[in-house]
C-alpha cells in the first residue's frame, strides 16, 4: 500500500507501508535535546528532534521481542554519511529515501520505505531469522526522528 503525507502543504513523502515488525536496536542513536541517546535509553519525557514538530515529549516507548529477519545497514549505505554507524533495524522501520534513489525507485521525490525494501542494495543486508529485541518510541502524532543519520518514520 501507498499512502501520500502531506506536511503543511509544503512537502510530500511517499509512504510505502508493511506488516514487517519495525523498531530500532537498543544501540541506535536516536537525535534529542539532551544530543544523542541510544534508542534503549530513551524514557518517557525525553525531548526528541522532530521533522514536523521540532521538538517532542516521548509519549512512551515499547519494547517488543520478535522473530524477524532485521536488517543491517553498513555506514555510508544511503548516502554520506548515512547512516554514520552501522544500524540495525526491524524490517518494517520506515527509512526516507531522498534524491536519486526515491525517483528511480518509487517515482517521488522523498519515500519513506520499509528497510527490509532496502536489503540487497549495496551495503545491506538482512540478517537470518532471529529473535531480537526492537525499541518503538511513542508519540501521540506519527512523527519523524532522526536517527544514525537517517529519517525513520515512527507511527503515532
Known amino acids: 500500500m501507498t499512502s501520500t503525507l502531506h506536511l503543511g502543504g509544503l512537502r510530500a ?13 537498543a544501540d541506535t542513536p536516536v ?9 534503549g535509553d530513551l524514557a518517557p519525557g ?10 517532542v515529549r516521548l509519549s512512551g516507548m515499547r519494547m517488543e521481542t520478535v522473530l524477524c529477519r532485521p536488517v543491517r545497514l553498513s555506514p555510508g549505505a544511503l548516502g554520506h ?4 554507524a552501522p544500524l540495525l533495524l526491524g524490517p ?4 526516507r529515501l531522498t ?6 525507485l518509487y517515482g517521488a521525490a522523498s519515500a519513506f520505505v520499509p528497510a527490509a525494501r532496502l536489503a540487497g542494495c549495496d551495503n545491506l543486508a538482512r540478517d537470518l531469522p532471529r529473535r ?3 525499541h518503538i518510541p511513542v ?18
Open 132 to 134: 531480537i529485541t526492537l
Open 13 to 25: 513523502d511517499t509512504i510505502i507501508a508493511s506488516d514487517d515488525p519495525s523498531g530500532l536496536s
Open 81 to 84: 554519511d548515512q547512516p554514520d
Open 31 to 39: 537525535l534529542t535535546l539532551a544530543g544523542l541517546c541510544a534508542a
Open 99 to 104: 534524491g536519486w534513489r526515491a525517483e528511480t
Open 139 to 156: 508519540f501521540e502524532a506519527p512523527s519523524t526522528i532522526y536517527a544514525g543519520n537517517l529519517m525513520l518514520r515512527i507511527p503515532s
Open 46 to 55: 525525553a525531548r526528541v528532534v522532530t521533522r514536523e514538530h521540532g521538538a
Open 92 to 95: 518494517g522501520t520506515l527509512v
